[in-house]
């Protein structure tokens, strides 16, 4: 027999098994309605009995619902190409508490340096964190949350240690801290998370200033594609410290990736290619330490430098006349009188531009040169002035 006959006999009876039990399924649960339907006029026992096990099972289908929530992306929890919104909202309709429920996750965090040097770190996750579109406007309707919670977007959950942590906002931005390795799982989780930031901003649940009140570029472990859609939306927010006096390129982005450093790097000099783009490489947290050093920590100078010098070469072709996306002048004197501002940006500009000091000191000579001639010019245009009314008066 045809192989391919074989194959469709077996499809076609692995269907009707199928159906088999959807309608056995199906008739069991018609079954335990007309149950509850009639249990108040069973025996006093068999009511009681039935009461308990109603109360068992609505007890264990909603711990369920919140496991199934919280544990997306494994093999039983929640999957985006089986499971439809319309579907999990009915389920939370009907068990609207788990969405006040966290869920606390133990992982092993290391430093970045030493692999063999990890701590023990528990966190808090709540089912908004993945179902960030669906459940605010859920939330909202159930009054779940206070309104200026918007839904649940800033409640707060996240590291034991941080006491109330960050609001789960600032966790939208963030990769899966047990699974970040993986950069195929991470990629995922970039696109689909970006779409979820796009859609709260169409819902005006995501609103511009939040980008800087709650830090969202200043986080560990930011993936691109959400980076990026927050700094096309306020650029200035690369410019923003946290309590701690970090930039958003001061931040362990890069932590496991020279990648990171590189994009946040180069919207810096993107956006503000004039003299505060390099700075930022130089500013100082409230520590004293700098991007700069953070990064030759992790790489190596030699890799950081090739990474700095190839993006301020791709900018300057990519520009008219070809001139460097950046004002070295003003950069040098920026970094000289700003006191957050490393001198190792001084050294830096000066070492790839060495006639630097030459050339200023030059300008400062023919501006004084100009200034005093134009100063001569008008005093005696003014004595011709005076000469010439003396005259007209004689």
Not at 94 to 105: C, S
Not at 125 to 141: C, D, G, S
């Amino acid at each position: 027999m045809d192989a391919n006959i074989i194959n469709e006999e077996n499809h076609h009876q692995h269907a009707a098994a199928d159906a088999r039990r959807r309608l056995a399924r199906r008739r069991r649960r018609l079954e335990l309605i007309t149950v509850l339907q009639k249990a108040e006029d069973f025996p006093s026992r068999s009511e009681n009995k039935t009461d308990e096990l109603v109360e068992t099972f609505l007890e264990n289908l909603e711990d369920d619902v919140h496991d199934m929530i919280c544990e997306g992306g494994h093999d039983d929890g929640l999957d985006s190409d089986r499971d439809t919104e319309a579907e999990v909202e009915t389920v939370l309709r009907l068990f609207p508490d788990v969405m006040t429920r966290d869920i606390e996750i133990l992982y092993y965090e290391d430093d970045g340096y030493d692999d063999a040097d990890e701590e023990e770190v528990t966190l808090f996750y709540y089912p908004i964190q993945l179902l960030a579109v669906t459940f605010p406007r859920l939330a909202i309707e159930l009054g779940l949350f206070d309104e200026q919670q918007r839904g649940g977007l800033l409640s707060r959950g996240g590291y034991i240690s941080e006491g109330e942590g960050h609001p789960v906002l600032h966790y939208l931005m963030r990769s899966d801290p047990i699974e970040r390795c993986s950069q195929e799982h991470n990629e995922h989780i970039d696109d689909t998370y970006l779409q979820v930031l796009i859609q709260l901003r169409k819902m005006g649940l995501l609103k511009k200033e939040d980008i800087q009140m709650y830090n969202l570029l200043n986080g560990l472990f930011v993936p691109e594609k959400r980076f990026r859609f927050l700094v096309a939306w306020d650029p200035s927010a690369l410019t923003h410290t946290n309590k701690n006096g970090y930039l958003p390129i001061h931040s362990p982005n890069y932590r496991y990736s020279i990648r990171g450093f590189k994009f946040v790097f180069e919207y810096g000099i993107h956006y503000f290619p004039k003299k505060k783009g390099i700075n930022l490489l130089f500013r100082k947290s409230n520590y004293g330490s700098t991007p700069f050093q953070h990064a030759c920590c992790i790489y190596g100078h030699e890799q950081v430098m090739e990474v700095v010098e190839d993006n301020l070469a791709r900018y300057s072709t990519s520009l008219d006349n070809h001139a460097p996306p950046f004002n070295i002048v003003e950069a040098l004197m920026m970094a000289a009188i700003d006191e957050n501002v490393h001198l190792d940006s001084v050294y830096f500009l000066i070492r790839r531009e060495p006639d630097i000091l030459q050339k200023l000191l030059a300008s400062s000579s023919l501006s004084s040169i100009e200034s005093a001639t134009n100063s001569n010019q008008r005093k005696r245009k003014r004595n011709d002035i005076i000469y010439q009314n003396i005259m007209d008066e004689e």
